[in-house]
């Protein structure tokens, strides 16, 4: 790639009349104008601006950042931006070429570039940190190509600043999620079934379930979908500290997000992959909460959706557990899911963590058959209650079948009782993964939330 020359004049960043471009848009504190064909696209903690040429492999992407709090000087901030931004994304063996300072409305701007490579890619990578009024903004440009050097211009020219007072900061209730806008489109992805005692919020610009507890709000914030790297758990690993920026584990720190966090994995509804990961984090002088991030793999992408509760709360993880039985991406195909091969065996609930307190157990044939079975004070195995089936030495019996993920029970008496039903895995920290089965009366009771009880096969 020919070298990009004299990319960022900032001596123009606020001078050129927005009269001379397209209609300007805003996001957060900065207004920008996308360039004529690029294309814009929603991301966990901003926007991302693009266009490339697949035939020749050139392309240039814009990456605008939702301001964070910061008591950092802008030397400090840029630095750090540069580490995480730029250097935390591609290999850059030098350091950053600064252009002048420049200053508007309060905001000091720094700014800087490099060359970087990425795999067989070599282009120049671009930084634009702006500090001011207690918070921080970063603007990221990449290219492999001087292809589009005068559009990146015309951006640049573009952009300006604005104070605002209106942005409330993410920990304003310790139990709140992130106050990202998530955009109009998010109504468009999402088909939820509102938990019991819970509300629906489908704001102008937001997309969250809410409940008004005794001690505070609880909210579900449902977010738009960004691109994947096709592995749910390195999605995990930069997503979490997205979400919940200016955040830190508690007395632990950031680098053991896996090793302190509580894990959970299985598939939606619709057959779709899912990973959710829970874990106590605080800020400085702050209370300590529970937040919560579960990604659902929705193609090439991925959705996040965020929650926090009380340390000790329960009512997030209750309606994230009723959601997964229930919650479908819009525009998205049903996968097939043999739901009657894994339910077949012996299903057991327990009071004690490693299932050494059975309270029951069912028993399910691939005839389509189920025994409820009596109760044991203690785990045993199969040859146990295969004995006591042929005995006939069990409370109940009746036939199963399935509809998509909803079983339905038909005892012996005609009677009959639908469930929906999700197979997933849990572990805390790196100890071994559980497999377990939920179940969730279809009939349920609209003004209660129950906590779904785990079945373990034995």
């Known amino acids: 790639m020919e070298p990009i020359k004299n990319m960022l004049l900032f001596n123009l960043l606020l001078m050129v009349s927005c009269t001379c471009f397209a209609q300007k848009q805003t996001f957060?504190?900065?207004?920008?104008?996308?360039?004529?064909?690029?294309?814009?696209?929603?991301?966990?903690?901003?926007?991302?601006?693009?266009?490339?040429?697949?035939?020749?492999?050139?392309?240039?992407?814009?990456?605008?950042?939702?301001?964070?709090?910061?008591?950092?000087?802008?030397?400090?901030?840029?630095?750090?931006?540069?580490?995480?931004?730029?250097?935390?994304t591609?290999?850059?063996?030098?350091?950053?070429?600064?252009?002048?300072?420049?200053?508007?409305?309060?905001?000091?701007i720094l700014s800087g570039q490099a060359n970087y490579t990425d795999g067989a890619n070599k282009g120049m990578a671009t930084l634009l940190t702006a500090t001011g009024n207690g918070k921080m903004a970063n603007v990221v440009i990449m290219t492999n190509t001087d292809k589009y050097q005068?559009?990146?211009?015309?951006?640049?020219?573009?952009?300006?600043?604005?104070?605002?007072?209106?942005?409330?900061?993410?920990?304003?209730?310790?139990?709140?999620?992130t106050n990202y806008t998530t955009g109009l489109g998010n109504k468009n992805i999402y088909s939820i079934t509102v938990p019991p005692s819970w509300s629906l919020n489908a704001g102008q610009n937001s997309?969250?379930?809410?409940?008004?507890?005794?001690?505070?709000?609880?909210?579900?914030?449902f977010m738009s979908l960004i691109k994947s790297s096709g592995s749910l758990e390195k999605d995990m690993?930069?997503?979490?500290?997205?979400?919940?920026?200016?955040?830190?584990?508690?007395?632990?720190?950031?680098?053991?997000?896996?090793?302190?966090?509580?894990?959970?994995?299985?598939?939606?509804?619709?057959?779709?992959?899912?990973y959710m990961l829970s874990n106590s984090i605080t800020k400085p002088g702050g209370d300590v909460i529970k937040a919560t991030v579960l990604l659902i793999q929705v193609g090439a992408n991925v959705a996040i959706i965020n929650s926090a509760d009380n340390i000790l709360g329960s009512e997030m993880e209750m309606a994230l557990n009723f959601l997964l039985f229930t919650l479908k991406i819009n525009g998205i195909a049903a996968k097939n899911v043999d739901y009657k091969n894994q339910l077949t065996g012996t299903w057991a609930s327990s009071s004690g963590s490693y299932g050494n307190s059975l309270i029951a157990a069912t028993s399910y044939?691939?005839?389509?058959?189920?025994?409820?079975?009596?109760?044991?004070?203690?785990?045993?195995?199969?040859?146990y209650y295969n004995d006591l089936i042929k005995k006939k030495q069990f409370k109940g019996e009746g036939s199963f079948s399935f509809k998509g993920n909803v079983l339905e029970r038909r005892s012996a008496s005609g009677s009959s009782s639908k469930y929906f039903i999700r197979f997933y895995s849990r572990k805390y920290g790196n100890n071994t993964w559980r497999d377990v089965m939920g179940l969730y009366n279809c009939n349920y009771d609209q003004n209660k939330l129950e906590t779904v009880l785990p079945f373990q096969k034995i």
Do not use: C
């Open 28 to 88: 957060d504190v900065i207004n920008y104008t996308i360039p004529n064909g690029w294309d814009k696209t929603e991301m966990a903690n901003g926007i991302q601006l693009s266009t490339k040429n697949d035939g020749k492999g050139s392309y240039a992407a814009v990456v605008i950042l939702r301001s964070v709090e910061t008591k950092a000087t802008a030397n400090e901030n840029f630095n750090a931006s540069w580490e995480k931004l730029v250097k935390g």
């Open 90 to 108: 591609v290999s850059v063996s030098e350091e950053p070429t600064m252009q002048d300072p420049a200053t508007e409305k309060g905001w000091s």
């Open 150 to 177: 005068n559009q990146i211009l015309d951006f640049i020219k573009s952009l300006d600043l604005n104070e605002t007072t209106s942005e409330k900061a993410v920990n304003e209730h310790p139990v709140s999620p």
């Open 207 to 221: 997309l969250t379930l809410e409940k008004t507890t005794n001690t505070g709000k609880r909210i579900i914030e």
């Open 237 to 274: 690993e930069h997503i979490f500290f997205d979400v919940f920026d200016g955040w830190s584990l508690h007395n632990s720190p950031n680098s053991l997000l896996f090793e302190k966090g509580d894990h959970e994995k299985g598939f939606t509804s619709q057959g779709l992959p899912y």
């Open 365 to 383: 044939t691939a005839e389509g058959k189920y025994y409820v079975l009596t109760q044991s004070s203690y785990t045993v195995g199969y040859d």
